[in-house]
Antibody, heavy 118, light 110 residues
Framework: EVQLVESGGDLVQPGGSLRLSCAAS????????MHWVRQAPGKGLEWVAD????????YYVDSVRGRFTISRDNAKDSLYLQMNSLRAEDTAMYYC???????????WGQGTLVTVSS | QSVLTQPPSVSAAPGQKVTISCSGS????????VSWYQQLPGTAPKLLIY???QRPSGIPDRFSGSKSGTSATLDITGLQTGDEADYYC???????????FGEGTKLTVL
């Protein structure tokens, strides 16, 4: 059974940093692109970033490029999102998402909540 | 404002059919596969349709997808109260080089 378990969400002040983690199990982690998708309270879904199976390529939405860094540790079947210079508009539930290789996201974690507020 | 346009809400009675539209452009829907997701209240999204019209195992055939030009649609037949959720379309945008989500459509089963 595929499982994606996020952690690391917290209340942080504007300008602060946070590192999200996602522990993956139930599939061959090293074979798949992985993504972070977020959802602000009461709002829609927004793709944030993704990373190639070997970690050699990463892509970001414009609003986080230069502030967020996606990474992975294939030895630990884990995905990360380092979030720096956080802003109020980064407040959201952050989901760890597995790519299906068929132009879709086939498994989602339960999410971890990041709140940026003073 | 998203590059993919969905109606904010749709509604229909139990047992009826509803169609949710997703309108984009040549750089996204017009040239890439579309997927659809269901998000029940308080839960993570769930994949319903991939590659425009394919259902993952376990998804009932009451859910179907299609694409024509720069628009896609999700049809749900035999509506059940348990189908009340938010529904999102997603595709890749080749001009923006990002995955784009529709704004979401809230389905109410009256």
């Amino acid at each position: 059974e595929v499982q994606l378990v996020e952690s690391g969400g917290d209340l942080v002040q504007p300008g602060g940093s946070l590192r999200l983690s996602c522990a993956a199990s139930g599939f061959r982690f090293t074979k798949y692109w992985m993504h972070w998708v977020r959802q602000a309270p009461g709002k829609g879904l927004e793709w944030v970033a993704d990373i190639k199976p070997d970690g050699s390529e990463t892509y970001y939405v414009d609003s986080v490029r230069g502030r967020f860094t996606i990474s992975r540790d294939n030895a630990k079947d884990s995905l990360y999102l380092q979030m720096n210079s956080l802003r109020a508009e980064d407040t959201a539930m952050y989901y760890c998402v597995k790519d299906s290789t068929k132009w879709a996201f086939d498994y989602w974690g339960q999410g971890t909540l990041v709140t940026v507020s003073s | 404002q998203s590059v993919l346009t969905q109606p904010p809400s749709v509604s229909a009675a139990p047992g009826q059919k509803v169609t949710i539209s997703c309108s984009g452009s040549s750089s996204n829907i017009g040239s890439h596969y579309v997927s659809w997701y269901q998000q029940l209240p308080g839960t993570a999204p769930k994949l319903l349709i991939y590659e425009n019209n394919q259902r993952p195992s376990g998804i009932p055939d009451r859910f179907s997808g299609s694409k024509s030009g720069t628009s896609a649609t999700l049809d749900i037949t035999g509506l059940q109260t348990g189908d009340e959720a938010d529904y999102y379309c997603v595709t890749w945008d080749g001009s923006l080089s990002v995955w784009v989500f529709g704004e979401g459509t809230k389905l109410t089963v009256l």
